[in-house]
């Protein structure tokens, strides 16, 4: 029968214990807050307005927020060295994980798309090209917009796309609605706040038209404000055609891959990261 020496078992006893109140020290260090942040924090919260139930969400929140900052000071960091080719900054998403960035404000559901307006990118586009263009100082760009907790990342995209092209049409600069598109192109395949496919939304647009941004809206025929008649398919990842579009026709609207802190925080600068090719 196999026996310990009491002085072993109580050696063994007391590692045990040790290792659980270090671990537990562990964990509990992990949740305070460093106070050289407070007011920092303080004034983060304020200008984003954000409210927490109780003490327990906030400190959550809190960890969750110097995680980001340190990120943040990190690539800042390096990118002062010549590592980076752009800045990162806190941004009011900064108490969220990336996950939950990822569950409640994107929304791009990929498709098999074959609809009979869709068309390949015309050869006669590869013509020479300016050395640079920016289609704000042409007007045809609306306001920033804010699509808040809801998977409508797609409609925003359509609608910015087509606001540069009915103006360049018309002269009329017009802030087209998102919300049309959330509360009706499910009739072409989109799902509202959970997600859907740019295509759906322009194939949604060529059968009905889309509304002007005028408070809340549930679609109205007579209340149209933009119309399109087609649209067309850049080749995935080819850069130059992308680039040619942008160039000769406008705003373009783009699905990537922005799982990443470092597209989320991005600030300024060149923004160059492999692993978010698409």
């Not at 060295?81 to 806190?90: Q, T």
């Not at 295509?199 to 404000?225: M, T």
């Amino acid at each position: 029968m196999a026996f310990m020496k009491p002085g072993f078992r109580r050696t063994m006893a007391f590692a045990s214990f040790c290792l659980v109140v270090l671990s537990a020290l562990l964990v509990q260090s992990l949740s305070i807050p460093d106070p050289t942040l407070d007011n920092h924090w303080e004034l983060w919260v304020k200008t984003h307005q954000k409210n927490y139930k109780d003490e327990k969400a906030e400190l959550a929140r809190r960890t969750i927020w110097e995680q980001t900052l340190k990120f943040i000071m990190v690539h800042n960091l390096e990118y002062s060295m010549g590592r980076h080719s752009y800045e990162v900054g806190m941004n009011h998403l900064g108490d969220l994980t990336a996950k939950e960035v990822a569950g409640t404000m994107k929304g791009f559901i990929a498709q098999e798309a074959h609809w009979t307006n869709w068309t390949e990118l015309p050869m006669e586009l590869m013509a020479a090209l300016p050395p640079a263009i920016d289609w704000r100082e042409k007007g045809c760009v609306t306001r920033v917009k804010n699509q808040g907790q809801c998977g409508s990342c797609y409609a925003f995209s359509s609608v910015g796309a087509l606001e540069c092209q009915w103006k360049k049409k018309t002269g009329q600069l017009i802030s087209l609605s998102e919300q049309n598109l959330l509360d009706c192109s499910n009739i072409t395949g989109n799902k509202g706040c959970i997600g859907g496919f740019m295509p759906n939304s322009f194939q949604y647009i060529i059968n009905y038209g889309i509304e002007a941004e005028v408070g809340n809206c549930l679609f109205n025929r007579a209340k149209v404000a933009a119309k399109c008649s087609s649209f067309v398919n850049l080749p995935s990842g080819n850069e130059q055609a992308l680039m040619m579009a942008v160039a000769t026709i406008g705003p373009v609207s783009v699905a990537i891959d922005s799982n990443h802190n470092e597209f989320i925080y991005y600030k300024k600068g060149w923004f160059l990261m492999e692993k978010l090719c698409c």
